[in-house]
């Protein structure tokens, strides 16, 4: 993708590259949550057995636990994650999973995960980070004042 970007650059398609950005961004974003997810399951099975014995979620398992709670229903193409989901809400019930599915103050998801997995669009700012490097690596040269504006504005 990137380079269907370079090329959208160097011919001047701004627009469609400006498209581009913003779904490569998502993509990113999408990967960054994947490896999350991976890392929090690891810790999940690392700690398996203090989470069975113990009544409530260890507070140096929050923010995994609580983040693959919030990742379930939102992350539909690794259906394992609803299976995590209803084992934890059998665990620590069902205030404590509603609490990091609705994000409750201190319910303990990644700030990074919520960020990624919202459905608004990627920042003006992380667009125009990731133009401007694209830009870089294929040396067009990128007035990037053309477009803080329109990157910057959110979308109806």
Known sequence: ????????????????????VEHLTRIQNSLADYNLIEIFCQLVVERLLIIKKQRQCPPDLKEGVAS??????????????????????????KDFVSAANDLRPNCGASRKMIENLSIKAPSGEAKLKLMKEIAKECSVELDATKYEKELFEPRE
């Open 68 to 93: 693959l709670i919030f990742a379930a229903p939102r992350c539909y193409e690794i259906p394992e994650l609803m299976t995590v989901k209803k084992f934890f809400e059998k665990k620590y019930g």
């Open 1 to 20: 993708m990137r380079d269907d970007i370079k090329r959208r650059l160097q011919e001047g398609h701004e627009v469609a590259a400006r498209i581009l």
